[in-house]
């Protein structure tokens, strides 16, 4: 049995959201993810140390590939096509 189990009788309405929770996660992830992209770039010209920088950037995209490849699994489609294609740039 998967993290989203989706082996629940139809109409029920737990069927209906989780996939809509875990594309509105994924939406929220790759928001992040973007910010954490713009964050990085204006920290490399400081004085952080970059690897810190480059570390915390890949925890997020992590997270969003992650829950990207779990949308994938459990057959959640809509409003991830766009997720997906986006994807590529980071």
Same mark, same amino acid.
């Given at each position: ?22 594309? /509105?996660? !994924?939406?929220? #992830?790759?928001?992040? @993810?973007?910010? $954490? ?20 950037? /890949?925890? !997020?995209?992590? #997270?969003?590939?992650? @829950?990207?490849? $779990? ?20």
């Amino acid at each position: 049995m998967g993290l989203f189990s989706l082996n629940k009788p139809k109409g029920h309405s737990e069927l209906k959201t989780i996939p809509d929770d875990l594309v /509105n996660l !994924i939406e929220l #992830k790759k928001e992040d @993810l973007a910010k $954490a992209r713009i964050s990085e770039k204006a920290m490399l010209e400081g004085d952080v140390d970059p690897r810190m920088i480059k570390a915390q950037t /890949n925890i !997020i995209k992590q #997270k969003y590939f992650f @829950l990207l490849r $779990a949308a994938r699994e459990q057959g959640v489609s809509g409003n991830l096509q766009r997720a997906f294609e986006s994807s590529n740039r980071y």
